[in-house]
T-cell receptor, first 113, second 114 residues
């Protein structure tokens, strides 16, 4: 069962365009993390958001955690080819499996020159 | 500082064989988690270990087992391999095992079962 739903699943845009990726759930998370993964490599952490309503900026990337801590968004301004990759959101919460990160399926982004 | 390291990087096995994957966490991190990522999917949680104790287990069969050593490194073992076990196996380390502890991932081990 996928606790986190990401949309869109695929996104192909041209350099310079803006985009937003969404991560939604019916569950409440103590924290939510965004990762970027390139083919054949492990996910690389971009940001961790903890507080409901929190907004964090990382250069051209803006991350927002929903007020109810159930959803998040990632906005990229003026996308560049180097932004190409799989963007994964992951929520941390305790379950009967102990503590674990619950991942979405990811949004595959392609930025063409 | 060195990040999370995993070995081997690639592995090819046949059905029914057994495999052991290894992970060294970031220095000072006491918790190691294992994830399986099938092509086109997000990582799925397998195990979490903290201070050599199992703290969490995902929905995987008993063919999957793991352990953590006194130096906090970890091994993941998979017995009686099936074709469906082909995946990228990721190890992540964190300082502790709490919910808001950020997990840092290694490059993964690509396992192919023929």
């Amino acid at each position: 069962t996928q606790l986190l739903e990401q949309s869109p699943q695929f996104l192909s845009i041209q350099e310079g365009e803006n985009l937003t990726v969404y991560c939604n759930s019916s569950s409440v998370f103590s924290s939510l993390q965004w990762y970027r993964q390139e083919p054949g490599e492990g996910p690389v952490l971009l940001v961790t958001v903890v507080t409901g309503g929190e907004v964090k900026k990382l250069k051209r990337l803006t991350f927002q955690f929903g007020d109810a801590r159930k959803d998040s968004s990632l906005h990229i301004t003026a996308a560049q080819p180097g932004d190409t990759g799989l963007y994964l959101c992951a929520g941390a919460k305790e379950s009967n499996s102990g503590y674990a990160l619950n991942f979405g399926k990811g949004t595959s982004l392609l930025v063409t020159p | 500082d060195a990040g999370v390291t995993q070995s081997p990087t690639h592995l090819i096995k046949t059905r029914g064989q057994q495999v052991t994957l290894r992970c060294s966490p970031i220095s000072g991190h006491k918790s190691v988690s294992w994830y399986q990522q099938v092509l086109g999917q997000g990582p799925q949680f397998i195990f979490q270990y903290y201070e050599k104790e199992e703290r969490g287990r995902g929905n995987f069969p008993d063919r999957f087992s793991a352990r953590q050593f006194p130096n906090y490194s970890s091994e993941l073992n998979v017995n009686a391999l099936l074709l469906g076990d082909s995946a990228l196996y990721l190890c992540a380390s964190s300082l502790n095992s709490g919910e808001i502890d950020t997990q840092y991932f290694g490059p993964g081990t690509r396992l192919t079962v023929l």
